[in-house]
T-cell receptor
């Protein structure tokens, strides 16, 4: 069973609108939680990395939140742009795990004009 | 400002053929990784190299071999390709942060089809 579940699987929004992507995880204990953006046909690019003690972290129009008690994270995108169309991947790093990372399957976001 | 460079970008093989995927990074990172990405699945680690001269198996190592040629280069070899190895392969690099992998920097991917 995947220890990182993302929802929704896919999402379509109008340009300029906000949206929120969800990540639920069962990895415990964990060291950090990451969000990556993957454009079609490209490699993933890091958006945010939050340690277990952080609640929120922003990167421009992207804001990630983390609730370690409920084991939930969200990625909020403000004033979406066409270039935000991509897959967004949630990744959880187990504590003292070394190389091991748990990847979600991603949420595919399409921003339409 | 290349970051992580992978070659080739596309490759079609017949079952039983061999090939090597090349990866190089120019960020002076100690750690390098090979992942595969399949539809409907998260990225899965094939092999990693924590530092020059060391390699270790990841989650799905069967059918693959790796070589950490030097600090910059980490290659992935398929000795006898199988259709199940049709996938997109990503090389990544990072520094080590405490007991964990630091921020990963990915290449653009190598799209492999095995017929």
């Amino acid at each position: 069973k995947n220890q990182v579940e993302q929802s929704p699987q896919s999402l379509i929004i109008l340009e300029g609108k906000n949206c929120t992507l969800q990540c639920n995880y069962t990895v415990s204990p964990f060291s950090n939680l990451r969000w990556y953006k993957q454009d079609t046909g490209r490699g993933p690019v890091s958006l945010t990395i939050m340690t277990f003690s952080e609640n929120t972290k922003s990167n421009g129009r992207y804001t990630a939140t983390l609730d370690a008690d409920t084991k939930q994270s969200s990625l909020h995108i403000t004033a979406s742009q066409l270039s935000d169309s991509a897959s967004y991947i949630c990744v959880v790093s187990p504590a003292n795990s070394g190389y091991a990372l748990n990847f979600g399957k991603g949420t595919s976001l399409l921003v339409t004009p | 400002n290349a970051g992580v460079t992978q070659t080739p970008k596309f490759q079609v093989l017949k079952t039983g053929q061999s090939m090597t995927l090349q990866c190089a990074q120019d960020m002076n990172h100690n750690s390098m990784y090979w992942y595969r990405q399949d539809p409907g699945m998260g990225l899965r680690l094939i092999y990693y190299s924590a530092s020059e001269g060391t390699t270790d198996k990841g989650e799905v190592p069967n059918g693959y071999n790796v070589s950490r040629l030097n600090k910059r280069e980490f290659s992935l070899r398929l000795e006898s390709a199988a259709p199940s190895q049709t996938s997109v392969y990503f090389c990544a690099s990072s520094e080590w942060v405490g007991e964990n992998t630091g921020e990963l920097f990915f290449g653009e991917g190598s799209r492999l089809t095995v017929l």
